[in-house]
């Protein structure tokens, strides 16, 4: 769906969208196509390149705040369809910042020994959680899947630090109110967008803009490197302004910064995975490089992860 698909949709333009966001289009998967399609067909790549067998898998975590169902999780549903016999599967909700969250979790499992292949999955059909009608953010969003398989590692690659941080106190700047057991849907419900995104984007903005430069500082330290050591920078995408003001905190050059939302917009929590493998198959990352990855989103939550290629 490009820019001028959304004209026709909303009172907007191109020029706006692009000089707000850098969005100049963004991929919405048809009816029938599914979240937990979309993050099965991203796991099964994933296996792939990491020849992993299916009966392999410990673990499949799916990042995702737009699930096929309430119950059970698109982490049942990806086992089921890839047949991972020998796995648990579940789903981590933590908005944009899901994958970062999920990977953090299988960090965990990995370095405890207690497992030893985990899948983590990002993935969102945000055009169904979309409010159609509201122009602030449904130029915003897009649908995509991505996803890893962590397993432990000798020659010093793999995961050097994570960091995991929320406030629950702007838990309003980024909600979707209606259709929880809180407020759930009612025979007479208005329809008026109340059960799809909101988002009051200015405060969203400077909080994440902080946050995700603290959060890249924090990583880099906990591993006991340098900023400039790093050689990639994967963050999500949400907006090209929030990119390129980290860029400036971050005092890096631009070219050591992944920027694909371009093409894909804001996919949640998919954003990372997807910057990572685009920036993986384009040649972008090599064995050995320092790659870090930031995200943030609605909780508000943030987090990072420096990854030794
Ligand atoms: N087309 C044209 N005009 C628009 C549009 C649009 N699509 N959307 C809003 N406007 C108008 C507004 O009505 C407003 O008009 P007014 O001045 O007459 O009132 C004007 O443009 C400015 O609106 P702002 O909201 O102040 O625009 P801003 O520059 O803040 O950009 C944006 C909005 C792009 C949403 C930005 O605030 C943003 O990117 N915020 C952060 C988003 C983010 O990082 N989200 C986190 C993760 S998302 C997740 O977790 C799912």
Redesign the pocket.
């Known amino acids: 769906m490009t820019n001028a698909d959304?004209e026709k949709i909303?009172?907007?333009?191109d020029q706006?969208?692009l000089e707000?966001?850098g969005i100049r289009e963004r991929r919405i998967c048809d009816d029938s196509i599914t979240c937990a399609d979309m993050a099965t067909e991203a796991a099964r790549n994933a296996m792939a390149m990491a020849n992993c067998a299916p009966e392999d898998v410990d673990m499949v975590i799916d990042a995702t705040?737009t699930a096929d169902y309430t119950l059970p999780s698109n982490g049942c549903l990806i086992q089921e369809k890839l047949g991972l016999v020998n796995a648990v599967g579940f789903d981590v909700v933590a908005?944009?910042?899901g994958f970062i969250n999920g990977l953090t979790i299988s960090r965990g499992f990995i370095e405890s020994g207690m497992y030893k292949k985990i899948v983590v999955v990002g993935s969102?059909k945000?055009s169904a959680f979309t409010n159609w009608n509201d122009?602030?953010?449904?130029?915003?969003?897009g649908d995509a899947a991505g996803a890893v398989v962590v397993e432990p590692s000798t020659n010093g690659s793999g995961i050097l630090s994570t960091f995991m941080k929320s406030d629950g106190r702007m838990r309003e700047w980024?909600w979707s109110k209606v259709g929880g057991t809180k407020h759930p849907h009612t025979p007479d419900f208005a329809w008026d967008g109340t059960d799809k995104?909101y988002?009051s984007?200015?405060d969203?903005?400077k909080v994440?803009v902080k946050e995700m430069g603290r959060a890249c500082l924090k990583a880099i330290a906990d591993a006991g490197v340098k900023p400039e050591d790093v050689s990639l920078v994967v963050p999500?995408q949400?907006?090209m302004?929030?990119i390129e003001s980290l860029i400036k905190r971050l005092n890096i050059s631009p070219d050591k910064v992944m920027i694909n939302i371009e093409k894909y917009g804001?996919t949640?929590s998919a954003s990372v995975p997807l910057a990572l493998d685009e920036a993986n198959r384009s040649g972008r990352i090599k064995p050995g490089d320092l790659v870090l990855m930031v995200a943030?989103?609605?909780?508000m939550i943030w987090g990072s992860a420096l990854v030794r290629w």
């Open positions: 959304l909303v009172e907007t333009s706006w969208i707000r966001t705040v908005a944009c910042s969102e945000l122009r602030s953010t449904c130029v915003l969003f980024l995104i988002m984007g200015s969203v903005f994440a999500h949400a907006n302004r929030i804001n949640s943030f989103g609605g909780g």
